[in-house]
């Protein structure tokens, strides 16, 4: 292979890894953006539950039958 054509490959080559580099960026932002994603949905799952809770507890004395 002469100079010129394996310049080419190497170019071609580099170019490659080039968008395979920027490829893995984006997919570590959007890694990170799903990882965020369900950090702030468990939470507001945990304080629902936990707000629910809180209100059952409240209201269910006031759901237990009353002595004969």
């Given at each position: 292979m002469d100079n010129e054509r394996l310049n080419s490959v190497i170019q071609m080559a580099e170019a490659h890894l080039l968008n395979v580099q920027n490829e893995l960026q984006?997919?570590?932002?959007?890694?990170?953006?799903?990882?965020?994603?369900?950090?702030?949905y468990n939470k507001y799952l945990k304080d629902?539950?936990?707000?629910?809770?809180?209100?059952?507890?409240?209201?269910?004395?006031?759901?237990?039958?009353?002595?004969?």
């Open positions: 984006k997919l570590h932002a959007t890694k990170q953006e799903v990882e965020n994603k369900i950090s702030e629902s539950v936990d707000d629910v809770r809180i209100v059952k507890d409240e209201i269910e004395p006031l759901n237990t039958p009353m002595p004969e």
